[in-house]
């Protein structure tokens, strides 16, 4: 059976659907047809089908309350995926859906009898019902599994490709309405880089379906002014369809589009989010046909839906009034207008629609009807309001077969308090208010409290000036502008019934007994009233539930709106799928100044940390004769490699001694100057977490190395230790202000005295550890005696901006010497020929100095450093691990990094580095071992590829020039 649903209003009412092009789709097994362009929801809509689920707990019908996915009412399930929202999702020729959580069929839910018994189910019952008798809950537990949950997943489903990126903008402008519009071109206008997020399909926010005046031509102008210069501005980048989830510290915003998520980083960030249309609590008010005044604005404007024949308008402001001539500009029957006000704010506008409709004022929905089968709305009870919350006992009713309600309006206020803002309520003008903003976010437009359009354009204005002003750090800013509106919040839109079924959640079926009987149970705490009743705690979050949740709480605690609160918003802002979050990252890296010259020279790229650096250099295919070939030349001459990423932090003051003998193992007080040493870190817990050298320039002046990958939890490391100690330091990260190579080999002294003649570089001068400052061609650099890679050896610190220059000086002056560059790979098997460790491969979040043999480092006499007493317990206690040094015959299979030590048949131990030493001639590595097998000369078993098991012998370090005459020379 086919339903055809393609009989709409004329163009130009449908901005989102394309009449040329007919599409049909299945929903609830029956065959609907509808336009390219249209929501499932306003499809079904158009077709004359308004339920699509029902209610989580009561099985009641539920159909679109927002049409802008701001409610749970149309959550559907399609094949591959459940809790879909209808009035989201575009129909698609091949599109099967149905509706969720119901028995039996959708409109005939065998279910529904349960809301007959809701006095039985009262706020909190389970906390109280399903725990005794003792042993009770077996009973209950498959009953309510079976009932619980909405949608079925689809456990054969195939994941879908997911990924991330990262956006930098000067502006972040959330929201492209009126407000958001102006304010990113005005920032834009400014030579800003603009970065505008919008939810929607297409920009325009409100002016898409909302009307600003009496005639109608206001929205249609304003709309097509500011979209066509924000769309063609050259410093607007626009995302449609994008939702910031979450804001955090810095302007950080994970911003979701399709099957991607943006992490956008922003200097200044303009929130134009809007407010959430409002709706009246009253008996019935869930029931399909009763929608929200925007909802039909959109499906009429958006859609060209006529959404009934007899509508009925409830308002709390003006905009009803507005929604009503949009109802008869597009031939609907309004039956009436019920203002819950004495009259409408503006007089001209009243007149307009009263002269066309029945009006009724201080008066309101008292019950919504529906037909046998409450399958819709058929009728509406008026009544006049006699006092907060009451009303007379005469009534009138209505025919109808829709309601449009609008009680007023609330900011969207997630973001901003999640950022630390505060929501404040005026309870006497029913008004709201953002203060407590952090720097650099600002608010404007509807969420900032400002509602006619014109003055929206005004704020907006306003508040790109001032982030212009921020951003080009000027001190003074425009003074806040003021604005005298009506209010557009009715204060007491909740009419409480005898018999009940007045919703205040729709997600949860919660009615305004529910939560006044939260209040008598003890909970006055809003928060506690949630975690009671559940407010606000189901898919659309309490973006209706919350302020009507708020008010009543309350009123009946005698306090104020502004005294309660409402609940903590938390990220993420809409739900979002874990693929957003586990799909494929692209991290951003760094490269060293010198990587144009790697690439030229045929360096094959590896990350390191977040950098980019030469693994070796040559084809990819010779890997193993590339690093034989750099390695030896290293022994044989002299090799240059670029270091560039090793972490560098400056430590100035008068105790920065004092506080680097804090910090690490080793003893830095009495360091003299001109000398290098090296620099362990343990944490609180005894663990070694980084590793470096730490030189004195002067008395009050250390110049420290980190790990390429540890370097930035270092510089945290200091600033939170120094936050409590207070010593007298500066503590600077200067790791991208400084380029390094280090050269190395028996030929290095001769090339540093050939291009640095400032420096002596006898050995007697410049011993081993010692630290000189000199020049190359004028350049001052900075010259660490070190060696890492077992041989003699010269780190260069320079300034980043000379990085190719002294790297390009350095090759030419190494020609004598045959110098070549050499990789980390080949670095890594050096280093490991003359058994020093890296941090992270060699050790893990366990080991300890006594494991890895860095008890050495520790100086013993000082009376504390950051992780002492750990490390003494640790070092008292006996050892279960031991990090040694083992060699392999060459013609045995090489173990891998991660390939597993046996004892007997249980796991003692794994491979932290293993390579084949052309020096040597032989494999080498270190491996984590049980205590057992440690000694030296012992044999223990490694399982390596395909299950074989080889034996391998512990030796003592460093496996190459044990007594360190390289070095020395």
Partial sequence: MTKIGLDRLPAPYGLLIDRDHQVQFEFDQQRFSGFAGDSIASALIASGRWIMSRSFKYHRPRAPLTMAG????????????????????????????????????????????????????????????FYKPKGVWKLWEPMIRKKAGLGVLDLNFEPEYYDKAYL?????????????????ITSADAGLKVLLIEQEKVLGGSLNYARFDIAGQRANQLRDELINVAEQHANITVLKEAVCNAWFTDHYLPVIQGKRMYKVRAKQCIVASGSFDQPVVFRNNDLPGV?????????????????????VILTGNDDGYFAALDLLDAGIAVQALVDMRAGAADAALQQAVSAKIKCYYSSTVYEAQHDRAMQHLTGVEIRQITAEGQVAKDSIYLECDVLVMSSGYMPVYQLLCQAGAKLSYDDRRAQFSITGLPKGLHITGSVHGVHAIENVLKDAEHTAQNVIRSIQEKSQFAQELSFIESSVNFPWPMFAHPKGKEFVDFDEDLQIRDIINATKSGYRDVQLVKRFSTVGMGPSQGRHSALPTARLVAKYTDRSVSETGVTTARPPFTAEKLAHIAGRGFDPYRQTPMHQRHLELGAKMMPAGNWQRPAFYGPAEQRLKNIEREALNVRQNVGIIDVSTLGGLEIRGADSAEFLNRLYTFAFAK??????????????????????VAGRISEQHFYVTATTSGVDRIYQQMLKWNAQWRLNVDITNVTTAFAAVNVAGPKSRALMQKVCADVDFSNEAFPYLGLRLGTIQGIPVRLLRVGFVGELGYEIHYPARYGEFVWDLLMEAGKEWNMQPFGVETQRLLRLEKGHIIISQDTDGMTHPKECDLSWAVAKSKPWFVGKRSIEILASQPLKRKLVSFVLDKNKTQPLEGHIVLEGENISGNITSCEYSPSLDKIIGMAYVGINQSTEGQTFPIRVEKGEIVQATVVKAPFYDPENKRQEV
């Avoid at 930098?168 to 492209?176: L, P, R, S």
């Avoid at 929608?291 to 959404?307: E, H, M």
């Fill in 70 to 129: 701001q409610d749970a009412n149309t959550l559907i399930q399609l094949p591959q995926e459940p809790n879909v929202l209808a009035d989201c999702t575009d129909i698609q020729t091949i599109t099967t859906s149905s509706g969720q959580n119901y028995s039996g069929s959708l409109l005939k839910d065998s279910d529904a009898f349960l809301g007959k018994f809701s006095k039985f189910m009262p706020v909190g019952f389970y906390y109280r019902s």
């Fill in 291 to 311: 929608i929200l005044t925007s909802a039909v604005q959109r499906l009429i404007k958006l859609y060209a839906v006529k959404p009934g024949q007899k509508v």
């Fill in 671 to 692: 360091l003299p100057v001109g000398k290098t040493r090296y620099a362990v870190m343990a944490a609180e817990d005894g663990v070694v977490i980084d590793d470096g």
């Fill in 168 to 184: 930098f903008t000067d502006v972040a402008v959330i929201g492209a309405g009126p407000a958001g519009l102006k304010a990113a």
